[in-house]
């Protein structure tokens, strides 16, 4: 029986397994940021350990740096307190560090691929549930705890148990208007938020090949929300051509030699997933939230479900408690529900394609009068400088958005981009849970084409009017 | 970590699915540099009225005194979903819970759980949803959890569950995890030998 590309990746990682105890694998690489990390450094000091391999570690702060200035006196003052513990940390330990005010500072999960220090038929690890989004390159890349990061700064390796397989097919061809987020919005409401529980996913199909690297990332950075551990796609020419002379890519010989290597990392024809399913990716529509869980999601186009739409009474009551809380009425249209805050960025979608989709949008309008502030937050310092010398902080700031520094932002709003109780946020992000951009905020989960739409009509838009 | 044989507790419900780690720990309390006193904060945003947390929510199961000193924690399915913060568990561990009984949970929790000596319990949703008649009808039931037999009483219930046998024999002699992986520094020593080139690169 063959295998599949999670199953070849897994496999290829084992060191050693004893009797009646899960395989340890070896891990490849391990992205560092300033929330997650402080324990794990200060629990290694305790023992007076060392990292086994400083340099497969890589180093940057994003989750609670400000995007108004780059500079550590605009964060608070426990933030402070974590990105000095993250550079003397670093110093000490010899770990890779990006700083403020270099290209390859920003959301951890971009800098990764965007400095080729994520690569196909690695094991990627962080303490930070969206490192699925390298699975993107075929990488088995996922989130772990604290715990785990300082196991792994020691020891450079994991125990993990094998997961099942899942394969999600994407047929047909992504309309125009429709976007990675679309689909993957409309994977989670399809499979619900935990229907991916113990499952490594591939994604697979004609609409996932026709995606960038950075449509990809997208798509692989939300299986968590579904509950997947990880969410591979088999990388391909577009892979190669993504990583090829990137900083940490491998480079001559050894950059051919590992081409061979990952044109072989594809499910085989007779491997056995222990889950099938099929989407057809062709007929979907721009897709929004309307709940307080990425699962609770429906095409633009769709009217507020009602808890009488859902047989499972805990399902039933999960979307009376999500009306409640996002004050959306059963029965209503989403287009016009009026929105108070626009968000572009996040790991999810703080890529350079996902600025260029908004500004395309964008162009020539302004946010409407209602929507109180309007944010594009670049998901590093090449990102932004990219978009800059393209000319779209112009078109973004003409239309009436701030222009920001990289960084998580508002996606998790533990900065200071927060929105206040009630505010309703059409938000490129990944997470809609109650409070998660705010205590008592409102999150609707969109592209970015989408929220820019959002933002120029100041409420729930079909993105499909502009184009 | 905290060792687990046998603990017998005080059992509070939370009658809710996808109880996030978002809810169990908000973000403002992530910013600290160590593993301690987030048991305070623990679901923050539903114990509290107010952010100074001078205002407990009589609403909520944990502020009743019926459930005070509780160690057992009852949920619905999917518990601990979203972010892979370890400050949850933390969180958990340090307002005093031992143990949090659900169908099912989210894969990064449930391994932090493990990882820190908070015994996650994963028993049928027929079996949680008979755990919960029971609290409701007598409120302040205590649980009794024996990992060595593998075992949940409740009142005249009792239930059987699963653990990974390495995991429950890490929790019951409070293994650290890290010293046994580096009785196989020979092993890893090897394994990193032969491997090619652009894997073992890093950022050299």
């Not at chain 1, 208007?177 to 996913?201: N, P």
């Not at chain 2, 015994?119 to 302040?140: C, N, R, T, W, Y």
């Not at chain 2, 010293?179 to 890893?188: G, K, P, V, W, Y």
Request: aromatic residues 8%.
């Amino acid at each position: 029986m063959g295998k599949t590309l999670y199953q070849k990746v897994y496999d290829s990682h084992v060191v050693f397994q004893q009797e009646g105890e899960l395989p340890t694998l070896y891990i490849d690489r391990q992205l560092v940021h300033e929330v997650t990390s402080p324990q794990a450094f200060a629990g290694i000091e305790a023992a007076g350990r060392k990292l086994r391999r400083p340099d497969l570690h890589l180093a940057t702060m994003d989750h609670d740096i400000s995007t108004k200035e780059q500079t550590i006196e605009a964060c608070s003052p426990m933030a402070q307190e974590q990105i000095k513990a993250l550079m003397s940390n670093t110093k000490k330990f010899g770990v890779k560090f990006f700083g403020f005010g270099e290209d390859n500072q920003g959301v951890v999960h971009i800098i990764g691929p965007q400095t080729g220090f994520t690569l196909p038929g690695t094991t990627l690890v962080c303490g930070d549930s969206h490192t699925a989004t390298h699975g993107a390159f075929g990488a088995l890349a996922f989130g772990i705890g604290t715990s785990e990061v300082e196991h792994v700064m020691a020891t450079q390796t994991l125990k993990q148990g094998r997961l099942k397989t899942m394969k999600i097919e994407c047929t047909g061809s992504l309309q125009k208007g429709v976007f990675a987020k679309d689909l993957i919005l409309a994977i989670i409401a399809k499979l619900t938020t935990a229907g991916g529980t113990g499952y490594a996913v591939e994604f697979c199909g004609q609409a996932v090949r026709e995606l960038t690297m950075e449509g990809r990332m997208t798509l692989s950075n939300m299986a968590i929300e579904f509950g997947a551990k990880a969410g591979m796609i088999a990388p391909d020419e577009t892979t190669f051509e993504y990583l090829k002379g990137r900083m940490y890519s491998p480079k001559g010989e050894d950059f051919d030699k590992a081409v061979e290597y990952w044109k072989t990392l594809k499910s085989d024809d007779d491997a056995v997933f222990d889950k099938v399913v099929t989407i057809d990716a062709g007929s979907l529509e721009p897709f929004v939230t309307w709940g307080t869980n990425p699962g609770q999601g429906a095409p633009i186009t769709a009217k507020v479900p009602s808890e009488s739409d859902f047989s499972d009474p805990i399902v039933a009551k999960s979307c009376k408690d999500a009306l409640d809380y996002i004050a959306l009425k059963s029965g209503d249209p989403l287009i016009g529900t009026p929105v108070d805050y626009v968000f572009i960025g996040s790991c999810t979608n703080g890529r350079i394609e996902d600025f260029r989709e908004a500004a395309k949008i964008l162009k020539g309008h302004k946010i409407a009068k209602n929507i109180q502030l309007a944010i594009a937050v670049p998901g590093s310092g090449l990102v932004k400088r990219q978009a800059e010398a393209e000319g779209l902080d112009k078109i973004f700031i003409e239309a009436g958005f701030e222009w920001r520094q990289p960084g998580c932002s508002m996606c998790l709003a533990m900065n200071d981009d927060k929105a206040p109780v009630g505010v309703r946020v059409a938000s490129t992000s990944n997470r809609n849970f109650v409070g998660r951009q705010g205590k008592g905020s409102r999150t609707h989960l969109m592209s970015p084409a989408t929220a820019a739409a959002c933002a120029i009509k100041g409420a729930l838009a079909d993105v499909r009017e502009f184009i | 970590m905290q060792k687990f044989t046998v603990h017998t507790g005080v059992a509070v419900p939370l009658d809710s699915a996808n109880i996030d780690t978002d809810q169990i720990i908000p973000k403002q309390f992530l910013l600290a540099v160590d593993r301690n006193g987030f048991g305070a904060h623990l679901f923050h945003d539903w114990r509290y009225l107010d952010d100074a947390e001078t205002k407990p929510n009589p609403e909520f199961n944990l502020n009743k005194p019926e459930y005070k000193g509780a160690t057992v924690l009852v949920a619905r399915d999917n518990f601990g979903n979203g972010s892979s913060r370890e400050h949850a568990p933390w969180a958990l561990m340090g307002y005093g819970f031992r143990a949090v009984i659900a169908p099912s949970f989210a894969d990064i929790f449930y391994n932090n759980s493990l990882g820190n000596g908070l015994l996650p319990i994963k028993l049928s949703a027929e079996d949680v949803d008979e755990i919960f008649k029971v609290l409701e009808a007598k409120p302040g039931t205590q649980i009794t959890i024996s990992l060595e037999d593998m075992t949940v009483d409740v009142d005249t219930l009792h239930f059987t569950f699963d653990l990974d046998p390495f995991r429950r024999h890490c929790m019951l002699e409070g293994l650290d995890a890290i010293s046994l992986t580096l009785q196989h520094q020979e092993e890893i020593t090897d394994y990193e030998k032969k491997m090619d080139n652009w894997r073992a690169h890093g950022t050299l």
